[in-house]
T-cell receptor, first 114, second 113 residues
Framework: AQKVTQAQTEISVVEKEDVTLDCVYE???????LFWYKQPPSGELVFLIR??????QNEISGRYSWNFQKSTSSFNFTITASQVVDSAVYFC???????????FGAGTILRVKS | NAGVMQNPRHLVRRRGQEARLRCSPM?????VYWYRQLPEEGLKFMVY????????ESGMPKERFSAEFPKEGPSILRIQQVVRGDSAAYFC???????????FGSGTRLTVV
């Protein structure tokens, strides 16, 4: 069975702090994709990153970085120098090739205070 | 190139009424997915449709819910005789080539009073 666990329900940080959001997944597939989405207070889903199971290189995009480790089935997301605008719910998701659907974690609420 | 369009953005229905949620996929996309987000929860898959076909409805409640994606026009998620537990955000996504281009709409927030 496919499963995504985001153990951190809510995280509060002060602006400019670094914060890491954890994501642990379970799958028996050898080919799969992992995603992160941001859901700001306005409610829409904003795509952040897609990573396939064969690419374990870490990725950096501005203040965002992702650490994919197959050995621990984790795909963690770090925001450097957090800003108030980063306050949102962040979802990690797993895509199965044969199921052709996303399996979402429960989300982590990030609150960044000024 | 417009994104995935969902309407209405907000919908209020009284218990027992019907709710119709519409989704127009991105141009060129022939695959549509519906997900439901209950309050303070992650998104849960409901149904996957291609034009005129339901491919996977394993996440749809057995009663009162139905979905269609006709040859012409938007995909429709229909909820009959709504109950308070149906209050949620319903997201539609469309896709060209899997898994790329899996794009979500802004969602419809259904409130049942």
């Amino acid at each position: 069975a496919q499963k995504v666990t985001q153990a951190q329900t809510e995280i509060s940080v002060v602006e400019k702090e670094d914060v890491t959001l954890d994501c642990v997944y379970e799958t028996r597939d050898t080919t799969y994709y992992l995603f992160w989405y941001k859901q700001p207070p306005s409610g829409e889903l904003v795509f952040l990153i897609r990573r396939n199971s064969f690419d374990e290189q870490n990725e950096i995009s501005g203040r965002y970085s992702w650490n994919f480790q197959k050995s621990t089935s984790s795909f963690n997301f770090t925001i450097t120098a957090s800003q108030v605008v980063d306050s949102a719910v962040y979802f990690c998701a797993l895509w199965r090739p044969d199921g052709n659907k996303l399996v979402f974690g429960a989300g982590t609420i990030l609150r960044v205070k000024s | 190139n417009a994104g995935v369009m969902q309407n209405p953005r907000h919908l209020v229905r009284r218990r027992g009424q019907e709710a119709r949620l519409r989704c127009s996929p991105m141009k060129g996309h022939s695959h549509v997915y519906w997900y439901r987000q209950l309050p303070e929860e992650g998104l849960k898959f409901m149904v996957y449709l291609q034009k005129e076909n339901i491919i996977d409805e394993s996440g749809m409640p057995k009663e009162r819910f139905s979905a269609e994606f006709p040859k012409e026009g938007p995909s429709i998620l229909r909820i009959q005789q709504v109950v308070r537990g149906d209050s949620a955000a319903y997201f539609c996504a469309s896709q060209g080539t899997a898994p790329y281009g899996y794009t979500f709409g802004s969602g419809t927030r259904l409130t049942v009073v």
